[in-house]
Every structure is written in C-alpha cells, then in structure tokens.
C-alpha cells in the first residue's frame, strides 16, 4: 500500500507540473514563449540539427540544480519544487511544438519520450539526493550505487537523444 501511494505521488508530481506547464503556455504571449525556450532549451527554436554540447546544457542542468539543492541543508525539500519546474517546462513546450504545427514528429519522436524519461530520472534523483524521514538514514551516507545507476541511465537516454537528433534533424 505505501509503495502504490508514492507511485501515485509522483505521478501526480509529473501530471501537475506539464498541466501546470501547458496552462502557462496558453496564457503567455508568443514573444514571452520564446524568450523562455531560448534560455531555458534553445533547440527547439533551432532550424537546423544542434551541436553536442547544446543538447548537453538542458539533459543535465537540472540535475547539477538538484545537487546543489539537496546539499545545503535549508533548500533539501525544495528538491520536489525542481522537478515540477521541469515539468512544467515539458508541458509549456510540449505546448510549443503542438502549437507550431510543423513540429508534431519532433514532438512525436524526440520531444515527449526523451523529455519525460528524463523528468522521471530526475523525479528519482532527488528521491535518492533526499530521501522522505522515515527512510532517512543519512548516517550511511547517499546511496552510491543508485546514484551510479541513475548516472548510467541519464548517459543513455542522452546518447539516445543525440541518436535521435542526428537522424530527425
């Protein structure tokens, strides 16, 4: 029962942030949508196919946030905040993409996959950066091997990406 209950958390994490996101898209301007995408994820304003380390800022900036977060000891419960600001950021572009219409296969073959694996790494991540009380046992340490597996599957689904960017592009 306490097991289906934090699935149901965090699915509820990850739905509220992209309604949040795509509802945040209806009500802002287009000039506003794009100034945000460009600072946040610059590659889907891009025409033409990004370089490496443009798809590398937005997969693993969020995570070195989190880190940063879960480190001091004042911000570890904002840790769940970043996760919905990342999706809501799916959502809001997610939005984007549909809206513009000459988008719907980056949508369809890049965008949603990739993204939302993503959100779901970070959403564990910081279930492993910070874990609830009643699971905390910080006299052990962080969970190395986790974290590891976290890394290892990050890694892969990036180079999944840019597999997936080089053939749509």
């Keep these: ?18 309604i949040g996101g795509i509802i945040a898209f209806k009500i802002s301007a287009p000039e506003q ?62 939005a984007y993409l549909i809206a513009t219409q000459n988008a719907i296969w980056n949508y369809i073959f890049w965008w949603f996959p990739i993204q939302f694996l993503y959100t779901c790494l970070l959403l564990l991540f910081s279930i492993v950066l910070v874990p609830k ?10 969970h190395w091997n986790r974290l590891i597996a976290i890394g290892v599957l990050a890694a892969i689904i990036f180079g999944i990406e840019l597999l997936i960017i080089h053939f749509m592009f």
Excluded at 1 to 11: E, G
Excluded at 43 to 71: C, N
């Design 33 to 94: 949508t794009e100034w945000l995408i460009s600072i946040i994820d610059p590659r889907l304003l891009f025409e033409g196919k990004p370089k490496m380390w443009q798809s590398l800022w937005p997969a693993f900036m969020p995570y070195l946030f989190l880190v940063l977060l879960a480190t001091h000891q004042w911000f570890r419960h904002a840790t769940r905040l970043v996760v919905v600001c990342k999706s809501a950021f799916f959502g809001f572009c997610s």
């Design 1 to 18: 029962m306490n097991r289906s209950l934090q699935l149901s958390y965090f699915f509820l994490i990850i739905s509220i942030g992209f």
């Design 133 to 142: 009380p009643f699971y905390n046992s910080r006299r052990q340490g962080l």
